[in-house]
């Protein structure tokens, strides 16, 4: 495992101290650069990174449609639960992550272009062979597992070398990128739907791979490494370390508080934060919208998250970042608590109005821990630490998914048609959600008090 054994390299960065933007002075701003040809390529780095996300999570978000369109179809999905339909795209979200050191790694060694090729390979051979499918594992191996393979090799790139162009502001490049996950779900959302009923969902699912690889692997074309990050890299491959295996976390990060506080924030809070994200469209049928308004509140929340990850990583550039993540984190248990949770025992006029402004607040707010989450673990850990904890722990926010989502999903009771079930049934879903942002808020915490102890920290900037 990454955190076992160092090897000679790793013993080596382990002498170097553990400190918030220890290498800071290594980042290229573009806005403090001499260099045009830095400034146009940080640009293109940020626009490529945004329509991978755009495509491979923004399809990967869009889920909630196939979900509502799947309990409803009888075939291969026929008396399946939904939490069993539920698990096609939950495989889809926590193998974009689970893969994340090696993804990381292999970025590193055989350059972001040849992973972003092999991920639009993946990714759209997973659609295409999902067309095919005649029973419900087929979905699972194909929408689910190979999908979330090629989401991975899409996803981890962009988010891995974006931060290195950048310094002061980090936190609105990074809003910028994440946002096309929201920009993706508002746009394939009402998309995937349409076509579902105009030419079926085996025929959608076609179009979207042969669509998804031309804009994979045409922005995973522009990626390129940071000057200082590829000289790093170069230096690293002369040291003889293998191109296959991730890159060994340093022993001094992985054993530290501050490690242990974000890794169980970043796993609690990813066990919550894809609940709300794929069960809007079926829920919003339960208070009694119609399926068209179902599509149209997976596109609400997708548009608000990707305006919010864009407000709140400039804000978090000024404000703190780790005290902008803290903030919106604390914000989102609070209206899934307050919203969210009474409107499954309200009056379905009272429900209707508090669920409308739930999914545009908690949009807003937990999205922004994902945009947040990448420009906090540079300031944690260094940007010489970044590639190997960065994959380490979004590892482990993978797994998070993995268990919580198909767990929380599970709570959902009643028939697995959606005609037969009521709000009710959502209930100790919606609490348990809660619970685990509440929990994950005291690990932000925790976190933010760690690091406050660190030489040269502030409690804001």
């Known amino acids: 495992m990454a955190m076992t054994r160092m090897s000679t390299s790793s013993r080596q960065t382990a002498r170097l101290p553990i400190e918030p933007e220890s290498v800071g002075q290594m980042a290229v701003d573009p ?61 889809g979200v926590s193998l974009m992550t689970i893969g994340a050191p090696y993804a990381s790694a292999w970025t590193k060694s055989y350059s972001p272009r040849t992973i972003s090729l092999v991920g639009a390979t993946l990714f759209a051979l997973a659609n295409i062979l999902a067309s095919f499918g005649q029973e419900l594992w087929h979905f699972h191996l194909t929408q689910g597992l ?42 394939w959302a009402p998309v995937l739907r349409a076509l579902n009923a105009k030419i079926g969902f085996r025929n959608t699912l076609r179009l979207t791979g042969g669509l998804s690889f031309v804009l994979i692997a045409g922005s995973g074309w522009v990626l390129k490494w940071s000057p200082d990050i590829e000289a790093r890299n170069r230096l690293e491959a002369s040291l003889g370390r293998s191109r296959l295996r991730p890159p060994l976390a340093n022993w001094q990060v992985v054993r530290s508080r501050i490690f242990a506080a974000q890794a169980a924030s970043a796993i609690v809070q990813a066990a919550a934060y894809y609940v709300p994200v794929y069960f809007i469209s079926t829920y919003a049928k339960t208070l009694g919208y119609s399926t068209i308004a179902g599509a149209n509140f997976i596109a609400l929340s997708n548009g608000t998250s990707a305006v919010g990850k864009i407000a709140l990583g400039y804000i978090a550039d000024r404000a703190g970042r780790l005290n902008t993540l803290l903030l919106c984190t604390l914000l989102s248990a609070v209206f899934t608590l307050a919203l969210w949770f009474p409107s499954t025992t309200s009056s379905q006029s009272t429900g209707k109005h508090l669920f409308a402004a739930y999914v545009v607040l908690y949009s807003i707010t937990a999205g922004a821990y994902v945009s947040l989450f990448p420009t906090v673990l540079v300031e944690l850990f260094g940007v010489q630490h ?58 932000c915490i925790w976190v933010r008090v760690e690091a406050f102890h660190k030489p040269g920290s502030r409690w804001i900037g």
């Open 31 to 91: 806005a403090d650069s001499a260099s045009s040809s830095l400034r146009r390529r940080a640009v293109l780095v940020v626009v490529s990174s945004f329509t991978l996300t755009l495509t491979a999570c923004g399809l990967n978000f869009a889920f909630g449609v196939y979900q509502e369109l799947y309990e409803s179809l009888g075939g291969p999905f026929a008396n399946a639960s939904s939490a069993q339909i539920d698990l096609i795209g939950t495989l």
């Open 386 to 443: 970044f590639a190997s904890v960065n994959g380490l722990l979004y590892m482990l926010r993978g797994f998070g998914t993995l268990v919580g989502t198909p767990s929380v999903g599970a709570l959902i009771r009643g028939s697995s048609s959606v005609t037969a079930r009521s709000a009710i049934h959502y209930t100790n879903s919606s609490l348990l959600v809660g619970s685990l942002l509440a929990s994950a808020t005291i690990c």
């Open 146 to 187: 190979l999908l979330g393979c090629g989401t991975c090799l899409a996803y981890i790139p962009a988010v891995t070398i974006t931060p290195g162009w950048f310094k002061e502001s980090r936190g609105l490049a990074m809003g910028i990128v994440l946002s096309g996950t929201g920009v993706g779900g508002t746009l």
